[in-house]
C-alpha cells in the first residue's frame, strides 16, 4: 500500500542547500517548497517522505525536516506510519466529501466577501492574473494548479480576513490530494472561463450571482472526481501492485 519513495528534491539540492541552511525562517521555505510540491502534484498521495534524504537534499538537520513534516502533519496533509516514517496523506472518501463541502461554503462567504470589498485595483490585479492563468493552462504549464489556486486564495486575499484567509489555504492544499488521487480524467479543472465570470460578477459587486458561480465551478470540479468506494478500491490496488 506504501508508494514507493520517489526522488523528490534532489533537483533542487544545489539551490536548497544555499536556501535551507541556518536558523528558522528557512524551514518556512522548506515548508513552502513541500506545499507547492503538493499543488503541483509532484508530491502524490502515499508517497514516502524519507526524513534522511530530505535532510540530506536540502542540507539541512533532520530535526529541521521533522519539524516541517509534523507541522504539515497538523494540516493533515502528512501522516506519519508507525516504523515507517512520514507519508503524503491519502484523504479517504468521507475526508474528501467534507473537504469539499467546507471548501464549498467557505469560498461562497469569500466571493460574497470580495464583492463587499473589492477596489478597483484589486479587481485589476485579478483580470491581470486570468492572464497569468490563461498562460498556464493554454500551455499546460507544470504549476498551472497553483496558479489556480492562487486566483482563489487572492479573492480570499480581496475579502480581508485573514482567518478565512488561512482556512482556505489548508483546504486548497488537502483538496490538491483528493485531486491527484480520486480524479477520473487528466486534464484542464479550473477553467479560466469560469474565473472569468466569477471576477466579471465581482467588479459588477453582485454577491448573489458570485457566489452562484462560484457554486456552479465547484459542482463543475466535484463531477470530475469519482468519491466512490469502487474507485477507491481500484486506487488500492493499482498502488499495491506497484509497490
Ligand atoms: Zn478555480
Do not use: W
Amino acid at each position: 500500500m506504501m508508494q514507493k519513495e520517489k526522488d523528490f528534491g534532489s533537483q533542487h539540492s544545489d539551490e536548497a542547500s544555499h536556501h535551507f541552511r541556518g536558523k528558522r525562517p528557512e524551514e518556512q521555505l522548506l515548508y513552502d517548497r513541500l506545499v507547492d510540491a503538493i499543488i503541483d502534484k509532484t508530491l502524490r498521495p502515499g508517497q514516502h517522505l524519507n526524513e534522511v534524504k530530505l535532510a540530506a537534499s536540502y542540507g539541512v538537520p533532520r530535526s529541521r525536516i521533522r519539524r516541517v513534516l509534523e507541522r504539515l502533519r497538523d494540516e493533515a496533509v502528512v501522516e506519519f506510519r508507525l516504523n515507517h516514517g512520514a507519508f503524503v496523506s491519502r484523504p479517504t472518501i468521507d475526508e474528501a466529501k467534507d473537504v469539499f463541502e467546507a471548501r464549498r461554503h467557505l469560498e461562497t462567504i469569500t466571493v460574497r466577501l470580495a464583492c463587499a470589498k473589492g477596489t478597483p485595483d484589486k479587481i485589476a490585479e485579478l483580470r491581470k492574473h486570468l492572464t497569468i492563468q490563461h498562460d498556464a493552462f493554454d500551455n499546460l504549464r507544470p504549476n498551472m494548479n497553483r496558479v489556480a489556486a492562487e486566483f482563489h486564495l487572492m479573492i480570499a486575499d480581496i475579502a480581508s480576513n485573514a482567518v478565512l484567509s488561512r482556512m482556505l489555504a489548508l483546504l486548497l492544499r488537502r483538496f490538491c490530494l483528493i485531486q491527484s488521487l480520486y480524479e477520473t480524467r487528466t486534464g484542464v479543472l479550473c477553467l479560466v472561463h469560469e474565473h472569468e465570470r466569477i471576477v466579471d460578477l465581482i467588479a459588477a459587486n453582485d454577491a448573489h450571482g458570485a457566489a452562484e458561480e462560484a457554486v456552479r465551478h465547484f459542482d463543475h470540479i466535484e463531477k470530475s472526481l469519482d468519491l466512490t468506494e469502487r474507485r477507491r478500491a481500484e486506487i488500492d490496488i493499482y498502488e499495491s501492485l506497484s509497490d
